[in-house]
Every structure is written in structure tokens, then in C-alpha cells.
């Protein structure tokens, strides 16, 4: 399930234009909007680079979990003093509950089957407070996705011009994207690729994993940029 074993070093400059800044603000609202308790407490499960956790720490005690080390080492460059731990969200165990655990920018998709949908919202359920709150960004669902479609993204920096191109097919309900990366500095040209697959759930398989792992779950169509967004509030 690991992604971004080569590209960790370039997560940042690809996705800066993502505004987690306005992004957290509306994951404040939702909290607070659905939680049975004070939130105090976060668990950012897929954390990537941290992005989202150095604007969400303003309002809570924040951990990161992920699965890989090098975002991870960029989380940390970000908030120092943050806890980050390398873990899968399918079994990981951190011995503690929090009153938020959320999992974005479709991270869900990386556990590719239902059973891995169904084990990763158990595993983050388990590390939710009595009264607090799952809030999971999904993938596309089997609807949504198109196969053979294709995309090229590009960063200029004044030393560093970066190309990646892509192109996804779909195979036995996964999405598969095949990366190619294009590097380039005054030191020359690096090439490599990377395949990400990404299991696409039908909105019932997203609910069913929810319930069955004892939450009371709703939709927000909206989401952060459209995607929708899974919110899951555990009884008191």
C-alpha cells in the first residue's frame, strides 16, 4: 500500500496548490458542527507532509500517522514538536482514543479493496473518543472514474522545473495511476515513475464500513473541494 517512496521529496512543491489553510477551517466547522464533546484532541491518519496539521494545530493537540518515511520526515521538518508515527491504517494501534480522527485527500483509496476499507475504518474508529468524530475524504467511486484518462502537472521553480504525467486505467475496481516524473536542475534531468492504486467504493460500501464499526455516519456532498466528505460520529 506504500505511495510516494520516491516522490515524498516533491509532495509539497506538486500539491502547493492546494489550500489546506482554508481547507482546515472548514474541517474545524465540521468538527465542531458534529462532535459530542469537546474536541481537544486530532489524529490525522495518511498525514502525507503534514500540511494540513501545521494549520489544524492551532486549534488542536495534533498527531500524524503515516506509511511513509519520507513524508513523514517532512511532517516533522514542518511542527518539530508534533508526534508523528509510521504506521498502516488498516492495523495500526496507538494505545489512546482522540476526539477528531480524520483521513484526507483520498488517502482511503491506497487500502484498494472493501475488506482494507473495512479494516482501516475499524482501526481509525477504535482511536476515536466516545462522542467524537471519523471524518474520511473518499476517492472516486466506481461511477466517477474514468478510464484511460490522462493528466500532466508542472512546477517552475527558479532552480527546479518539475513535470509529472500521468495516465490511469481501471482494473477490477481499482484505479491504477501510472506516474512519470520529470526532474530537472542545473545538475540535469531525473526520470522515474511510480504506480498508485487506488480502490474506487460505492457510496453503500462506504456507509456499511462506517456503521459496522459503530458510528452513526452522514455525507457531506460538499466535502473540502468536492469530493464529498464521510463523517462519522461515535455514541456516547
Known amino acids: 500500500m506504500a505511495a510516494y517512496a520516491e516522490s515524498a521529496e ?19 466547522e465540521l468538527i465542531e458542527a458534529n462532535a459530542r464533546r469537546e474536541v481537544v484532541t486530532l489524529l490525522d491518519v495518511a498525514c502525507g507532509s ?18 511513509s ?9 514542518k511542527l518539530p514538536d508534533g508526534t508523528f508515527v509510521l504506521g498502516d491504517m488498516r492495523d495500526f494501534a496507538l494505545g489512546r482514543t482522540f476526539g477528531a480522527v480524520v483521513c484526507l485527500f483520498s488517502a482511503i483509496g491506497y487500502v484498494q479493496t472493501v475488506d482494507g476499507l473495512r479494516q482501516a475504518v475499524a482501526a ?11 471524518l ?9 472514474a474514468r478510464d484511460g484518462h490522462i493528466s500532466i502537472l508542472t512546477v517552475e521553480d527558479a532552480d527546479r522545473k518539475i513535470v509529472r504525467a ?49 458510528l452513526n455516519v452522514t455525507r457531506d456532498e460538499h466535502g473540502l473541494d468536492g469530493r464529498g466528505l464521510y463523517v462519522g460520529v461515535k455514541p456516547v
Open 50 to 67: 503534514g500540511a494540513h496539521l501545521v494549520h489544524l494545530a492551532a486549534f488542536y493537540q495534533c498527531t500524524g500517522l503515516d506509511l
Open 124 to 134: 481509525m474508529t477504535r482511536h476515536v473518543a466516545p462522542g467524537g468524530v471519523l
Open 136 to 144: 474520511v475524504e473518499p476517492w472516486f467511486s466506481p461511477d466517477e
Open 166 to 214: 500521468s495516465v490511469s486505467k481501471i482494473r477490477d475496481g481499482v484505479s491504477e495511476l501510472d506516474f512519470h516524473y520529470l526532474v530537472l536542475t542545473p545538475d540535469g534531468v531525473q526520470h522515474f515513475s511510480e504506480m498508485h492504486k487506488l480502490g474506487l467504493f460505492t457510496d453503500a460500501e462506504y456507509c456499511a464500513a462506517f456503521t459496522d464499526a459503530g
Open 69 to 77: 518515511d519520507g513524508l513523514l520526515e517532512a511532517a516533522r521538518a
Open 10 to 28: 516533491l509532495y509539497d512543491a506538486l500539491y502547493r496548490w492546494k489550500d489546506y489553510a482554508a481547507e482546515a477551517l472548514t474541517l474545524r
